[in-house]
């Protein structure tokens, strides 16, 4: 069961980020039918802003979802020996090089991970976390963490979100040109019945993509979430630690100071909106991961 859990997981991921590329591609190529008459121009423009993007962001992703959450990082085992030693211990279990540490000041308990790539991976913890979970707790959870590092869900999470707002970029840029002087077709085939069917398709691929994206984008991040869960079972070979340590997440009050784009990146949604299932969740229920855990 565990394991196929994570090949099923993993054949869901490749299908969205395949899908999420093929995204991009499709609304480049409806901004360039839409202002320069030329598909194949509008997809080159997307290849070449969301590689640009991607780059940009990837390089910096560290820096920037620490400092937007206010993560303090912790250098020295003395600061924090409990959580040093387990994720030091972690570490090398999942044989991932040892991440940053950081932890943000705030009661509710949660944590997260981010990096471009595992040697630069950083994990960051909640005071609250560590008040209120125990070592078992605490390692259901780290271990959840290391997995989305070993996983590659890190660098994933950062792509997907680069392409969502490489997609909103487009859809900006491609409906701002088009009121404002753009529209070859629109001037050059009035008469043009195919033509007018393909501008109209273009138009509201361009209205919808930035939904589309973000959809896409959340159902990755609700499919890693599963993963990770399975992947941390895999490595403490301890269930009822996660469990337990979702429980008590779950359990909790809303952070006070967490980044509204980083919301995905945490074990559990910081900001504790709702408990029914949708489409625009950052994560699956509590209570479906613990169903699924304790199948394991």
Do not use: C
Not at 52 to 78: F, W
Not at 90 to 108: Q, W
Not at 277 to 294: F, K, N, Q
Request: aromatic share 6%.
């Amino acid at each position: 069961m565990l394991f196929q859990q994570i090949e099923q997981n993993k054949r869901k991921t490749i299908l969205l980020m395949v899908g999420f590329f093929v995204l991009v591609l499709i609304i480049g190529g409806a901004v360039g039918y839409l202002n320069f008459s030329s598909a194949r121009a509008g997809i080159l423009l997307a290849a070449i802003v969301a590689a640009g993007y991607m780059g940009l962001t990837i390089s910096n992703s560290t820096n920037i979802v620490m400092s937007l959450n206010n993560g303090k990082e912790i250098t020295s085992k003395e600061q924090y020996p409990l959580l040093w030693n387990v994720v030091e211990e972690l570490a090398l279990i999942s044989k991932v090089p040892m991440p940053k540490i950081y932890v943000i000041e705030d009661a509710s308990p949660n944590a997260f991970a981010t990096g471009n790539a595992p040697d630069k991976a950083a994990v960051a913890v909640t005071t609250g976390i560590m008040e209120r979970l125990n070592r078992e707790e605490l390692e259901g959870v780290m271990a959840h963490e290391l997995s989305h590092i070993r996983n590659y869900d890190i660098r994933l999470s950062t792509i997907a979100l680069a392409l969502t707002a490489v997609i909103a970029l487009l859809a900006n840029m491609g409906t701002r040109m088009l009121w404002f002087g753009g529209g070859g077709r629109r001037k050059n085939n009035k008469n043009d019945t195919g033509g007018l069917i393909f501008m109209v398709i273009s138009l509201v691929l361009i209205i919808l993509a930035p939904l589309a994206a973000t959809l896409v984008q959340l159902a990755l991040s609700r499919n890693r979430e599963y993963l990770a869960d399975a992947s941390a079972v895999e490595l403490t070979r301890n269930p009822q630690g996660l469990i337990s340590a979702l429980t008590k997440i779950s359990d909790s009050p809303p952070m006070k100071k967490a980044d509204p784009t980083s919301a995905a990146l945490y074990i559990d949604n910081p900001f504790k909106k709702k408990k029914s299932s949708s489409l625009m969740d950052t994560h699956p229920s509590i209570e479906a991961r613990i169903e699924r855990l304790e199948e394991m």
